[in-house]
């Protein structure tokens, strides 16, 4: 199993491009998670899914929209770069509600925006 | 959700016990202890949980005091590689926004 993977790794974007990072999982998982990571800040939470399909916003989701068309693809997607959205971001997925604690979280997108 | 307090950093000798404190004094009955950790530069771990009696796996041991008003996790013998940030986290079972503060940086020293 690969577990949770985020594509690309890093990149890249000037002020006002548009993106979309994937999170892939192959645990079948029903709920995946949207993080961002700043110095200083810990990691907080943007968007979440419960199920294909469905998504619900967290802690920071400004800016940011995502899309479950498949259980196991979580996409975020910024649709105008600002360079207040350079951080790191993390993918997570977990088994269903009465998992959700136990959260597996993928290697990261180390974003920068110009 | 109760609010979690952690030393920012700690330091521990390598093959000693790590003890890592969380104060969490507003802790609700239906509320759980958790913790992750976060190896530089990798997403969070999970590692261990807990309502209310001590709990041990593979990785560490959770002490949650009578009164719940706080933990400790046990690392019982602390390797290099266990240098990492490590977060306790308060909330009710199956709750699904786990929020992250800033967690206690955790150095093994050779």
């Known amino acids: 199993n690969a577990g949770v993977t985020q594509t690309p790794k890093f990149r890249v974007l000037k002020t006002g491009q548009s993106m979309t990072l994937l999170c892939a999982q192959d645990?079948?998982?029903?709920?995946m998670y949207w993080y961002r990571q700043d110095p200083g800040m810990g990691l907080r939470l943007i968007h979440y899914?419960?199920?294909?399909?469905?998504?619900a916003k967290g802690e920071v989701p400004d800016g940011y929209n995502v899309s479950r068309l498949k259980k196991q693809n979580f996409l975020l997607g910024l649709e105008s770069a600002a360079p207040s959205q350079t951080s790191v971001y993390f993918c997570?997925?977990?088994?269903?509600?009465?998992?959700?604690?136990?959260?597996?979280f993928g290697p990261g997108t180390r974003l920068t925006v110009t | 959700d109760a609010k979690t307090t952690q030393p920012p950093s700690m330091d521990c000798a390598e093959g000693r016990a790590a003890n890592l404190p969380c104060n969490h004094s507003?802790?609700?009955?239906?509320?759980?202890v958790y913790w992750y950790r976060q190896i530089h530069s990798q997403g969070p771990q999970y590692i261990i949980h807990g309502l209310k009696n001590n709990e041990t796996n593979e990785m560490a041991s959770l002490i949650i005091t009578e009164d719940r008003k706080s933990s400790t996790l046990i690392l019982p013998h602390a390797t290099l590689r266990d240098t990492a940030v490590y977060y306790c986290i308060v909330l009710p079972g199956g709750y699904q926004k786990v929020t992250f503060g800033i967690g206690t940086k955790l150095q093994v020293i050779p």
């Open positions: 997570a997925s977990s088994y269903d509600r009465l998992f959700a604690y136990e959260q597996y």
């Open positions: 645990m079948n998982h029903e709920y």
């Open positions: 507003t802790i609700s009955g239906n509320e759980y």
């Open positions: 899914s419960v199920g294909e399909g469905t998504t």
